[in-house]
């Protein structure tokens, strides 16, 4: 049986805690080893492996001592400069230890060489993909960040998106204010806050919330491209255009 919970780490982000088979764990994205190793402590559990979606600071910098501890295999980007990796992923690229089963998905845009994980229902997307928003552009392209959301796109409607930050209400925010129109986005951004109150995470989501709430993956609705050229106060060729814009307003939305 595969359990998957997030651990809190620094002011906003989570370390997704992946536990299977008898008593084993897979960390992913383990920027600081203190609520990993307490949360292994704590639940019994041996560590099996760590991944690695990209190379920024809050994502990698606990591996060393997690790796003073654990002699284990860390996976990550084959195409980003990240200190221990004993295993570069690339698309295609399948992941298997014991009972889990993970396959490697190319997703550059935040960074150039930004990869996600994706097996049992799951998709730990680091910081590609967020609760009703996505990552900025910190050395790769528009393009790619868009490409990469459409294929995230295509997966099924079921997936959990697991990423690495509490985002959402912030993001919740800026959807309204570009589709004021969806009710989705309402009750979504009411149900969040709630779970907040309560000290619970608004992740992980579904893909099929996402789909319907997050503008980033809605460049092709005419409500959000009519905001968006509103915005940019021209109109806009393609979703791809479309979705350059609207990431340049939520750098600059306030």
């Not at 991944?51 to 606990?62: A, M, P, S």
Request: charged residues 15%; glycine residues 8%.
């Amino acid at each position: 049986m595969i359990r998957i919970e997030a651990i809190p780490a620094f002011s906003d982000n989570y370390i997704w805690l992946i536990q299977f088979g008898d008593h084993q764990a897979v960390v992913v994205d383990p920027g600081d080893e203190k609520p990993v190793l307490l949360g292994l402590q704590q639940r019994g559990l041996q560590l099996a492996a760590i991944l690695v979606t990209h190379h920024h600071w809050d994502h990698v910098n606990g591996i060393n001592a997690l790796l003073d501890r654990f002699q284990v295999p860390v996976y990550g980007p084959a195409t980003e400069n990240i200190n221990h990796i004993s295993h570069p992923c690339a698309e295609g690229d399948h992941i298997n230890i014991t009972d889990l089963a993970l396959s490697v998905i190319d997703v550059p845009g935040h960074t150039a060489g930004h990869i996600a994980f994706f097996g049992h229902d799951a998709l730990f997307c680091g910081d590609t993909l967020f609760g009703a928003g996505c990552g900025r552009l910190l050395g790769g392209s528009a393009t790619q960040l868009h490409d990469s959301l459409k294929k995230i796109s295509q997966l099924p409607i079921t997936t959990d998106i697991c990423c690495a930050h509490e985002y959402t209400l912030a993001n919740l925010k800026f959807a309204q204010h570009v589709e004021p129109g969806n009710s989705q986005i309402r009750q979504r951004a009411v149900a969040d806050a709630q779970k907040r109150q309560q000290g619970q995470p608004t992740l992980p989501s579904s893909l099929g919330l996402e789909l319907e709430t997050n503008p980033f993956l809605r460049c092709h609705v005419k409500e959000i491209i009519a905001s968006v050229e509103g915005f940019a106060g021209k109109q806009l060729t393609g979703t791809a255009e479309v979705f350059k814009t609207l990431r340049y307003w939520k750098d600059t939305f306030s």
